[in-house]
C-alpha cells in the first residue's frame, strides 16, 4: 500500500492533468479516462457509466452499510474575466491555478487518494463506495443521481465540495416554480376588472411578506425570490397573463413536495415546478462523520449552496478542501497544503469513524 505522501503527491498530479483537460457538464469523458487511469494503475476494479466512475473497497461485503464518497469532475465554463489560461496547471506562491482547481478537483483527488488508502483495508464495518460524478453543475440526468440505482443502500455520505474542511452539516434545497396569473386581455382604453398584472400584485406580496414556520438551526428559514417577472408586449393592451420565476431556498424542516404545496394553497395562479428533486440535506452532529471531525477541530456550520448532496436520500456531509468563494471565479485556484490537508483530514476522519 502506498503511503500517505506518495498517493498526496499522486493527487496533486491527477488535479493538474484534470486541469488541463477540459470537462465542461456532459462533456466530461476525458477526463473520466484519467480518473479510469488512476483506478487501473492501483488494482482498483471499477464500473462506468457516461462519465461517471465508480468503484467499491476491495472486500465489500453486502451485509454491511454503506458509506458514499463522492465529487464530481465537471466543471463550468471559465468566465470572460479570466487572466490567465483556465486549462493550465499553474503553481504559484503555493497557489495551483485552473478551472475547476478549487470546485471541485481539490475535493475529488482527495477523495480518490483517501478511497486508494482504504481500499484493501480488512474487516471494515462500512463498506466504501466512491463515486467521481459527472453534470453536477448543470444538476443533469446523467450525473450522481444516475449512479445510484446501481449502488447498494447508502447509510451516510461525504460530499467533497470546498469548505475549507469545515464540517457543513446541512444544505439547502432548491425549488424553481414557474407561475402563471392569467386574467382577461382587452384594450387599455377600455375597463378591465381581470387585469393579469394588477392580478400578479398580490400573489408577488404573499411571496414577499410569508413566513414558513418551521426554522432550521443550521439553515435558519425557508426563503422564497421572485426574481423574473413578464407580461405584456404592447402599450395599448392588457395582456391575458402575468408570468411569473420564484427561486426558493429550502432549510431542512421541509421537502420540496410540502412547499410546494403550501404555495398551490395560498397563491391564485397556476404554479409548475421545474424539478422536485433537488432537496435540502442534512446529517445529525451526533453522527460519527461529524463527531469524528469535531474531534479535530472542525467547526460545523449550515451551506447556502447546491451540490449533489440534493439528490441523496441518506444522512450526507459536505466537506472538503478549498473555499467556496473562489468556485466559478476568475483565476480559480486553490492552496496545494488544502489538498495535503484535505488528504490527511478525510483519513483521520475515515480511520476514526471506521474504528
Known amino acids: 500500500m502506498k503511503n500517505q505522501e506518495i498517493l498526496t503527491k499522486e493527487a496533486i498530479q491527477l488535479l493538474k492533468n484534470l486541469i488541463e483537460t477540459p470537462s465542461f457538464s456532459s462533456e466530461e469523458d476525458q477526463t473520466a479516462l484519467l480518473i479510469e487511469n488512476w483506478f487501473t494503475q492501483n488494482n482498483i476494479t471499477f464500473e ?119 464540517l457543513a452539516v446541512a444544505e439547502k434545497g432548491l425549488l424553481v416554480l414557474d407561475v402563471k396569473v392569467k386574467g382577461t386581455a382587452s384594450h387599455a382604453a377600455h375597463q378591465n376588472e381581470d387585469n393579469a398584472i394588477y392580478k400578479t400584485i398580490p400573489v408577488m406580496e404573499w ?50 413536495i410540502e412547499i410546494l404545496e403550501t404555495v398551490k394553497a395560498n397563491v391564485v395562479a397556476e404554479v409548475t415546478p421545474r424539478s422536485m428533486h433537488l432537496n435540502a440535506s442534512s446529517i445529525p452532529i451526533s453522527h460519527g462523520l461529524v463527531q469524528a471531525g469535531i474531534a479535530l477541530g472542525r467547526t460545523t456550520y449550515g451551506s447556502p449552496t447546491l451540490s449533489d448532496q440534493s439528490v441523496l436520500y441518506c444522512k450526507s456531509l459536505k466537506l472538503g478542501p478549498g473555499e467556496s468563494l473562489r468556485s466559478h471565479s476568475a483565476n480559480e485556484f486553490i492552496y496545494l497544503n488544502e489538498i495535503e490537508e484535505g488528504v490527511d483530514l478525510y483519513i483521520k476522519i475515515l480511520t476514526d469513524f471506521l474504528k
Open 48 to 166: 462506468r457509466e457516461n462519465n461517471n466512475i465508480w468503484a467499491f473497497n476491495k472486500y465489500f461485503d453486502k451485509s454491511k452499510p454503506t458509506l458514499l464518497l463522492n465529487s464530481h469532475h465537471d466543471t463550468v465554463r471559465p468566465n470572460q474575466a479570466y487572466t490567465n489560461d483556465p486549462f493550465k496547471a499553474i503553481v504559484q506562491d503555493g497557489k495551483l491555478h485552473g478551472l475547476g482547481s478549487n470546485d471541485a478537483g481539490g475535493c475529488l483527488v482527495s477523495l480518490i487518494a483517501t478511497f486508494t488508502h482504504f481500499y484493501a483495508f480488512k474487516n471494515l464495518p462500512y463498506n466504501i463506495v466512491i463515486v467521481a460524478s459527472a453534470e453536477e453543475e448543470s444538476s443533469g440526468k446523467n450525473g450522481l443521481n444516475s449512479v445510484l440505482k446501481h449502488l447498494p443502500k447508502l447509510e451516510c455520505a461525504i460530499i467533497g465540495e470546498p469548505t475549507l474542511m469545515q
Open 207 to 256: 411571496f414577499k411578506n410569508y413566513s414558513f414556520e418551521k426554522i432550521s438551526e443550521q439553515l435558519g428559514p425557508v426563503k422564497m425570490t421572485v426574481t423574473q417577472i413578464n407580461a405584456g408586449k404592447q402599450h395599448n393592451v392588457v395582456p391575458s397573463e402575468c408570468d411569473l420565476v420564484v427561486d426558493i431556498r429550502v432549510n431542512d424542516c421541509y421537502n420540496n
